[in-house]
């Protein structure tokens, strides 16, 4: 599988963006997906994942009820919606698969990492 981001721009604090991360070859429905992100001199961290069948979804605290994953296997996406930003956020956004969700709703097993998209939140 390999993974292609987009949606990452500018925005005024307050303002949503929407990420989308299109998946190659075959396999996207068996998968988790997540997406992470990664602050100048921060380490990289998981922000949200779903299942492979979309139906169990985890988030960090920092995005709960600001941040929304969907995927759409038909078409092999996975979108993350961005509400309420704040310049926090401001990181490099990448997405990811792997094998699945663990119960902490992490992913587990060997994680693809896409590239990153840039998404910076200005005050």
């Known amino acids: 599988v390999q993974l292609q981001a987009s949606g990452g721009g500018l925005v005024q604090a307050g303002g949503s963006l929407r990420l989308s991360c299109v998946a190659s070859g075959s396999g996207f429905s068996l998968n988790a997906m997540g997406w992470y992100r990664q602050a100048p001199g921060k380490q990289r961290e998981l922000i949200a994942g779903?299942?492979?069948?979309?139906?169990?979804?985890n988030y960090a605290d920092s995005v709960k009820d600001r941040f929304t994953i969907s995927r759409h296997n038909a078409k092999n996406t996975v979108d993350l919606q961005l509400n309420s930003l704040k310049p926090d956020d401001t990181a490099v956004y990448y997405c990811?698969?792997?094998?699945?969700?663990?119960?902490?709703?992490?992913?587990?097993?060997?994680?693809?990492w896409g590239q990153g998209t840039l998404v910076t939140v200005s005050s």
């Open positions: 779903i299942s492979n069948d979309g139906r169990f979804t």
């Open positions: 990811a698969s792997a094998n699945s969700l663990d119960y902490t709703g992490r992913l587990y097993g060997p994680i693809t």
